[in-house]
């Protein structure tokens, strides 16, 4: 049976419209085939309780403004650019707005 990883980079790839690339010693991303996408995958056991309760408020707030509204939490760490701070959502809000991968044909 996959290891719980694998299997999660296996869907997202997927998901995406790609394939998972799989152990193979380059420093890549984990999905061949998500143009303009390059993925990395991670799966946690558990995700902290601050950051899903971000999520939350950003998708509570975003509904009272209409559905017009994407929910998201961008994070800065302390000492570093403005410009570096991470931008988190959820992957079914991400897809409703951006859509998946490109295929070939599409490009």
């Given amino acids: 049976m996959d290891k719980a990883w694998k299997a999660f ?3 997202l790839c ?3 419209g790609g394939s998972r690339t799989g152990p193979t010693g ?3 991303a984990d999905c061949l085939g998500t143009y303009p996408f390059a993925l ?3 799966h946690r056991k558990e995700i902290p309780g ?3 309760a971000a999520v939350n408020q950003a998708e509570v707030n975003g509904k009272k403004r209409g559905a017009d509204w994407l929910p998201l939490v961008v994070l800065h760490e302390g000492g570093t650019r403005y410009e570096d701070s991470l931008v988190i959502l959820r992957l079914s809000s991400f897809l409703e707005w951006f859509g998946p ?3 070939e044909e599409n490009t």
Wanted: charged letters at 60%.
């Fill in 9 to 11: 980079e296996r869907w």
């Fill in 14 to 16: 997927r998901r995406f």
């Fill in 26 to 28: 380059k420093d890549d």
């Fill in 40 to 42: 990395e995958a991670k």
């Fill in 50 to 52: 601050w950051l899903r």
């Fill in 101 to 103: 991968a490109k295929t």
